[in-house]
């Protein structure tokens, strides 16, 4: 059993930061791509940032220059430092982590968390 936890979203005003971060537990033997996405409300589910266990990066254009994604591996954790936040960038925020175990390899979802940008 593997599970994705996130953590650090919330209320933030436009032109402040945010850190998300998700932790990979479980039967776990190694972890190839992590990433954040998010879902804009009205809107469909779009790639924000990826990773991969290598230290290899891709930003949606929207979020170059303010957005940093990074990974531990040892610890089996991604996060996400959000700056220079804008409305636009409102949405709940998923993790996702190609996860090879004893038995499977899967893409795994977290629960979500939400991020809204407002004064």
């Known amino acids: 059993q593997v599970q994705l936890v996130e953590s650090g979203g919330g209320l933030v005003q436009p032109g402040g930061s945010l850190r998300l971060s998700c932790a990979a537990s479980g039967s776990i033997i190694s972890i190839n791509a992590m990433g954040w996405y998010r879902r804009p409300p009205g809107k469909q589910r779009e790639l924000v940032a990826a990773i991969t266990s290598g230290g290899s990066t891709n930003y949606a254009d929207s979020v170059k220059g303010r957005f940093t994604i990074s990974r531990d591996n040892a610890k089996n954790t991604v996060s996400l430092q959000m700056n220079s936040l804008k409305p636009e960038d409102t949405a709940i925020y998923y993790c996702?982590?190609?996860?090879?175990?004893?038995?499977?390899?899967?893409?795994?979802w977290g629960q979500g968390t939400q991020v809204t940008v407002s004064s």
């Open positions: 996702n982590a190609d996860i090879t175990g004893w038995t499977t390899k899967f893409s795994y």
